[in-house]
């Protein structure tokens, strides 16, 4: 058997302020601290450890896996970033209001564009200073890589050759992996791993700073996954996460 742990990065700035961030590289709020060290404190509580650790290249996340690391003495371990890990990219919604966003266009526009499989958000023009041809951090790649907007599926497209190059080999190398990364990176893996339908992945939220630990077999099909923490904390976090997008 198997241990996988995935983490979603801590409250970004933009998830206090309620704003679609997608690849923005907006920081952790001090709640967003507190919560990646909790999170760090349940993972040694619960035992685990870990050999290698794995992240995308925006802030939020590496800094929640530079706590985490911090809290369980592990500051030592190989890290390796990667954009495949990153939030799906949010085209022309990044930085807009998500309320907001759901009074002008229903709140069943908005439920599609954070949730649905196959419907991309509007894309970012190809000029937008925004558009990740024009970050430092991008340069390396094939610019036919980069997106103006993904829907799921898309996510799950770019994420998957970094499963099946980097995670799964470790893994059935026997070392122990965390994967700090995002709500919607992290949905498609988890879609992945559970088999989930493109119909019932509307329904999966994943919460800020919850320890999401994965118990695999030989073949890396799941045994069991479950958050650690107060189970009606999590609840209540998974709830306000889905509720993000209705109007007011
Ligand atoms: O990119 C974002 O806005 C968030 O990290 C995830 O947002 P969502 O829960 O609205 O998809």
Known sequence: MYTLVLLRHGESEWNLQNRFTGWTDVDLTPQGVEQAAKAGELLQE????????????????IRTLWLVLDRMDLMWIPVQRCWRLNERHYGALQGLDKSETAARYGDDQVLKWRRSYDLPPPALDYDDQRHPRFD????????????????????????LPYWNDYLAPQILAGKRLIVAAHGNSLRALVKY????????????????????VYRLKEDLTPIESKYLGDPEEIQAAIAAT???GRAR
Do not use: M, W
């Not at 791993?193 to 999401?212: F, M």
């Open 46 to 61: 619960e035992g685990l450890s870990f050999d290698l650790a794995h992240t995308s290249v925006l802030k939020r996340a």
């Open 136 to 159: 430092p951090r991008y340069q390396g790649l094939d610019p036919r890589l980069l997106p103006d907007a993904e829907c799921l599926r898309d996510t799950v497209n770019r994420f």
């Open 193 to 212: 791993l559970d088999h989930i339908s493109d119909e019932e992945i509307l329904k999966l939220n994943i919460p800020t700073g919850v320890p999401l």
């Open 242 to 244: 889905a509720g993000q």
